[in-house]
């Protein structure tokens, strides 16, 4: 994916996000996706990544402002993604 789709892609999944819809904000993730966070975690697959992101909400995390820093393409349908913090 071009880094043009992934920020797309990053303005809904935040869009859903700060609104609360989480399953919406989710989905915007591959199957197979992963996240590497801040808590030296590996959280893979869409219910783990849900997990995670529930957890966060809970923690008061309620808003997130996506910064798509660099996108590493690998092949034709998998890239790499660094970004984003909490605020």
């Known amino acids: 994916m071009s880094f043009e789709t992934i920020d797309t ?8 996000y700060n609104n609360g819809q989480l399953k919406e904000a989710v989905a915007t993730y591959a199957n197979d996706a992963r996240v590497f966070a801040s808590d030296k975690q590996i959280y893979q697959g869409l219910n783990e990544i849900e997990k995670f992101y529930s957890d966060a909400r809970n923690d008061g995390n309620t ?25």
Do not use: A, G
């Open 63 to 87: 808003k997130v402002n996506l910064h798509t820093e660099q996108v590493i393409q690998c092949s034709s349908d998998y890239s790499i993604e660094i970004r984003f913090r909490f605020y």
């Open 9 to 16: 892609i990053n303005r809904d999944f935040e869009r859903y």
